[in-house]
C-alpha cells in the first residue's frame, strides 16, 4: 500500500479527547483540500469512531485508543482506530440503526449507521476481552477551487 | 448556550452553540432538563443556529428530550439546523418526531 502521508497518534479514552481527535482529522486533511460537506462528514466519523471506543470499548475501564490516518493515491484517506476494550461480542448487532447497548446514556444507536453512510468502505474486526479497531476509507473528491 | 422561557406561549427556547458531542452533550441534557422540569413547557425549541459540529450524541440529546416531553403533550421543534445537519437529522429519522423549521432573524425577533 502506496501512503502519501500518514499520521498516527495514542490518547487516553477520556470523553474531552472527542475534540481532539476531530482537530487531529482535520488538521491532517488541510493538504487535501476536502469540500465542507468531506470535511463535516470525517469529522463525525471520527467522533462515533472515538466515542464509540470511549462508551462502549471501555465501558466502565480506561484505556488508551489509538488513530492511524492514510493518504492513499487517487485521494483516498484511510481511518483507523483502535481500542483494547471489553470487544463487540456481535458485530452484526452492535451494527444494527438504533441498537444500543448504552440506552441511559441516551445513545441513539446510530454510531454506525453514520459511519457507513459517510464513508466508502467500513472494516471491523474485534475480539471479546481484547479490543476492537475500525477501518475506514473515504476517497475525496477533486479540489474545488469554491464550495459554500 | 442560552435558555430563554416564554410564559404566555408557554415556549421554552433554547439556543444551542458550539460542538455538540458526547461530551458536551452531558452537560446540556441536564441544563435543559432542569429548565423542562421547572416550566413544564407546551413546546421545546431547540435552536441550531450557532450549532457548529454535531454527531450522534445530539441526535440522542433530541431523542432523550422528546421521551420526556411527548408524555406531557409536550411539542418538539428543531429550528436553523445548518444544511450538513439537516441531512443528519433527516437521516436519523427526527422529522418525524418533531417539525424541523428554519426562521429568519426578523421572525425571531417578531
Do not use: W
Not at chain 2, 35 to 43: D, L, Q, T, V
Amino acid at each position: 500500500m502506496k501512503i502519501t502521508n500518514e499520521f498516527k497518534c495514542v490518547f487516553p479514552a477520556v470523553s474531552s479527547n472527542e475534540s481532539l481527535a476531530r482537530a487531529a482529522l482535520s488538521a491532517f486533511l488541510i493538504p487535501a483540500d476536502p469540500s465542507a460537506q468531506e470535511l463535516a462528514d470525517l469529522r463525525t466519523v471520527i467522533s462515533e469512531a472515538v466515542t464509540n471506543a470511549i462508551v462502549h470499548g471501555y465501558r466502565n475501564s480506561t484505556g488508551l485508543i489509538s488513530i492511524c490516518l492514510r493518504m492513499l493515491p487517487d485521494r483516498v484517506l484511510y481511518i483507523r482506530v483502535s481500542d483494547k476494550g471489553c470487544g463487540i461480542p456481535d458485530i452484526e448487532q452492535a451494527m444494527t440503526p438504533l441498537y444500543t447497548t448504552a440506552p441511559e446514556e441516551e445513545r441513539a444507536g446510530l454510531g454506525f449507521a453514520i459511519m457507513q453512510e459517510f464513508t466508502d468502505k467500513l472494516h471491523v474486526r474485534s475480539s471479546v476481552g481484547n479490543g476492537t479497531t475500525l477501518t475506514m476509507r473515504r476517497r475525496l473528491g477533486q479540489i474545488h477551487a469554491e464550495e459554500d | 448556550m442560552q435558555i430563554h422561557y416564554d410564559a404566555s406561549s408557554e415556549q421554552l427556547l433554547v439556543m444551542l452553540s458550539g460542538e455538540i458531542d458526547h461530551h458536551t452533550s452531558i452537560p446540556l441534557r441536564t441544563e435543559i432538563d432542569t429548565e423542562i422540569y421547572a416550566h413544564m413547557p407546551g413546546i421545546l425549541i431547540l435552536d441550531f443556529g450557532d450549532v457548529t459540529f454535531m454527531d450522534s450524541s445530539g441526535i440522542g440529546l433530541i431523542m432523550g428530550r422528546y421521551k420526556i416531553l411527548h408524555p406531557m403533550g409536550g411539542e418538539l421543534i428543531l429550528q436553523n439546523p445548518s444544511s450538513y445537519l439537516n441531512r443528519m437529522l433527516r437521516m436519523a429519522g427526527m422529522d418525524r418526531l418533531a417539525e424541523i423549521r428554519t426562521i429568519t432573524n426578523q421572525e425571531a425577533l417578531s
